[in-house]
Nanobody, 125 residues
Framework: QVQLVESGGGLVQTGDSLRLSCAAS????????TGWFRQAPGKEREFVAAIRSGGNIRYGESVKGRFTISRDNAKNTVYLQMNSLRPEDTAVYYC???????????????????WGQGTQVTVSS
């Protein structure tokens, strides 16, 4: 497994931006499929975005065009740039990675075997 630590969450207003960071230790993050999920109260964990070691990227439908995932290999960190935030983006955001071999970019949380502790993002209207 990979040790992951998220940061960057907070309270913002509708239309604002935030950048989340996911720092890894113990392993080189660029070797693994790494993604972001979110979970709002009373809802299932939702796929947000993920990036493969080769650079392929996939986004969830609800964040396409607003969120951008990127990776800084030198810092062993994955980022989630969130623009044009909406109240419905309010959730705990989790970084996740998988050390298992996968085909494509899976969106099911069960595929990912390493998780951070989560960071709260709250968007006020």
């Amino acid at each position: 497994q990979v040790q992951l630590v998220e940061s960057g969450g907070g309270l913002v207003q509708t239309g604002d931006s935030l950048r989340l960071s996911c720092a890894a230790s113990g392993r080189t993050l660029s070797n693994y499929l790494t993604g972001w999920f979110r979970q709002a109260p009373g809802k299932e964990r939702e796929f947000v975005a993920a990036i493969r070691s080769g650079g392929n990227i996939r986004y969830g439908e609800s964040v396409k065009g607003r969120f951008t995932i990127s990776r800084d290999n030198a810092k062993n960190t994955v980022y989630l740039q969130m623009n044009s935030l909406r109240p419905e983006d309010t959730a705990v955001y989790y970084c996740a990675a998988t050390t298992r071999g996968t085909v494509g970019i899976p969106t099911l949380p069960s595929v990912y075997d390493s998780w951070g502790q989560g960071t709260q993002v709250t968007v006020s209207s």
